[in-house]
């Protein structure tokens, strides 16, 4: 059902879903409980989900967001997210789709089951089903055969009814697909003002009582951080893995768990030349720098030398390698070279590419596949991942003993006196960016250390290296500091503030001119301004001329012969822009080539089937019997 959910449904339920269901079908299980009683945490037709299985949801998508946005993610932000309210949602629906396709008679054989499981690579050893693989992984898991059997059926189950769903929407008629076609590929072009605060900068006069009013205002803003001085002990799980041994069953067992862990993506290798430009850069400036690349680009694909010509022509210290960037991954890059590059096959050179540092031509070296890492790779890290979770019971039990030591002494230093083989160890003050290197940088850690308050003992604490006990020494508060001992920070910031307001005022009263009668070029002259015109803009692609940012494109889309100009003037960044709709061009319906139609086909027919299941899901949800504790 995984796999399926995810190449034929790309709407918010279903995205909302294929997570969930992983997690609950693979691991837990659900509503396997008919009691028909109030004490579930969600009722959905009387099959109920235990308060048990909930919670371990939820703390599953808690660590997905942790994973996904880091940990530095806060609790406060969670609560926002509403993420126990997602969890009740998504369990729902996953019930209830089970429930229908039981409904319509959808089912799935014990050889269907067998079958599925045969196949899985986990399994498999010199390409066949292996079982004592089969078991050693079931058990790494936590799972029984009968178990994890059954949540397969769940998932085939799943997969045949959204399969028979996605029967009733097939066709695609070729009045949508010219319709997505004109919406993706016309072109609109905008005349463009920039306001930018820079212009005001010699306007500006600052008064030190204005300074001063300006920071009491702000002075939160420039307040000291929090700092803390500990005292603490550790149990690091290393000194526990010495005499722990772990069998190679073991090793191969949880190298099949975390495959998916040792994937290594694509990358691929590739050498540039860049002109570079400002964001503030003249239009005669942005002008002379991609002529230079077009001249340059003209030779490269003429067969001159790429490294030499970076070399002589770049503008960034790559050049001095030829303009060599190495190997990376997608995403590493930022977006619009990032794009070219993966798009590219090797030995081929780029068009101009223009990012926020200027304009790039980019050749592609060589593609190097994604490939997973062999186990002898990684044999080791599993090796010591393993011996810290059998040493982790022993290693909390010495730090239970210990904390437990520290209470009936009464004191971390008392219970030091009377273990003077123990060592405490104590720390400078120290805030949450700068702990000492023998402290865990962890955010969660953090947290917890400054959770505590002046002479408070902490319960323990583990981390990935082990457990600790802290002591809270002292703490200094934040504290807003002295005008003056900040004073070259806030008159920049003070300036940019007045300029901001100063471009803001400009651009507003010339916006309201403009749709008064008045001239956009004329009345940007008389401001001392520039107008520009962006050349043709499309969807999903950056203006030809840079004086319109990427950021601006779907604004200049909406503009039209009625509707001219934005509502009021656009901010990117610090600075504010006009927009004053010029022409728009429509695609010519004969051009559409049959590898651009099937893709479109493709695209709406996957919305359709999206939305028909959606609103599946949704009539059962409206015709089901749903209870939701208030316990949750």
Do not use: C
């Not at 926020?356 to 190097?368: N, Q």
């Amino acid at each position: 059902m995984l796999q399926l959910l995810r190449n034929k449904a790309q709407s918010v339920v279903i995205q909302a879903l294929i997570l969930i269901i992983a997690l609950v079908f693979i691991f837990w299980g659900v509503g396997t409980n008919m009691k028909n009683s109030r004490d579930a945490a969600i009722s959905i037709n009387n099959e109920e989900i235990s308060f048990q299985e909930f919670q371990r949801s939820y703390e599953q998508a808690i660590a997905n967001y942790r994973q996904q946005f880091g940990d530095a993610i806060s609790d406060e932000l969670l609560k926002g997210l509403g993420v126990k309210q997602q969890v009740v949602n998504q369990l729902t629906q996953i019930t209830l789709l089970r429930q229908g396709l039981n409904a319509m008679g959808i089912m799935v054989t014990p050889v269907e089951i067998q079958t599925a499981i045969e196949k899985m690579p986990q399994f498999q050893r010199e390409s066949s089903f292996n079982l004592d693989a089969y078991q050693a992984i079931l058990s790494a898991n936590r799972l029984t055969p009968h178990k994890f059997e059954d949540s397969i059926g769940r998932d085939l189950l799943s997969e045949k009814g959204v399969t028979f769903i996605n029967n009733f929407a097939t066709t695609v008629s070729d009045a949508e697909i010219n319709e997505i076609y004109q919406r993706d590929q016309e072109t609109v072009t905008v005349k463009v003002v920039k306001i930018s605060p820079a212009l005001f900068n010699d306007k500006i006069v600052i008064n030190p009582q204005d300074l001063a009013a300006w920071f009491e205002t702000k002075k939160d803003t420039y307040k000291t951080e929090q700092k803390i001085k500990v005292q603490y002990l550790s149990f690091p799980y290393n000194a526990q893995q010495e005499n722990i041994t772990i069998s190679e069953e073991q090793v191969r067992a949880q190298y099949e768990k975390d495959k998916a862990a040792y994937q290594v993506p694509e990358k691929r290798h590739a050498r540039h030349i860049l002109f570079k430009t400002e964001e503030n850069s003249s239009s005669q400036k942005q002008a002379a720098q991609l002529k230079k690349a077009e001249e340059i680009l003209a030779r490269a694909r003429a067969g001159e030398d790429f490294s030499t010509l970076a070399k002589t022509y770049s503008e960034d210290q790559a050049k001095a390698t030829g303009g060599d960037l190495g190997t990376f991954a997608r995403g590493r890059m930022i977006k619009e070279f990032d794009d070219a590059v993966f798009s590219m096959q090797p030995n081929t050179i780029s068009d101009i590419i223009k990012t926020k540092f200027g304009y790039h031509i980019i050749k592609l070296e060589k593609i190097l596949p994604a490939v997973t890492q062999p186990l002898e790779e990684v044999r080791a890290a599993i090796v010591t991942k393993l011996q810290t979770e059998q040493a982790r019971p022993a290693t909390f039990q010495m730090a239970n003993e210990a904390y437990e030591g520290i209470i009936a002494a009464g004191s971390l230093q008392a219970y030091a006196k009377k273990h003077p083989e123990k060592t405490v160890i104590p720390t400078d003050f120290f805030s949450r960016t700068t702990p000492p290197a023998d402290l865990s940088h962890d955010p969660k850690f953090m947290d917890t250390i400054f959770s505590l308050k002046k002479g408070e003992l902490s319960s323990l604490v583990e981390d990935p290296s082990g457990y600790f006990i802290l002591f809270a020494e002292d703490i200094q508060e934040p504290a807003p500091p002295k005008l003056e001992a900040v004073k070259e920070q806030v008159t920049k910031d003070f300036k940019l503030a007045k300029a901001k307001e100063m471009a803001k005022e400009t651009a507003t009263a010339l916006l309201a001119k403009v749709k008064g009668g008045a001239d956009l070029e004329t009345s940007a002259k008389e401001e001392k301004l520039q107008t520009i015109n962006s050349g043709p803009v499309r969807k999903n692609n950056p203006a030809p001329d840079p004086a319109l940012p990427a950021s601006l494109v779907d604004q200049a889309l909406r503009l039209g012969a009625k509707s001219p100009f934005p509502p009021e003037a656009l901010a990117v960044g610090d600075d504010f822009y006009i927009l004053q709709f010029v022409e728009r061009t429509l695609p010519e319906i004969s051009k559409l080539d049959d590898t651009t139609k099937q893709n479109y086909t493709a695209t709406l027919l996957k919305q359709k089937q999206d939305r028909l299941l959606g609103s599946w899901l949704k009539h059962q949800e409206k015709n089901a019997k749903i209870f939701t504790s208030k316990n949750i």
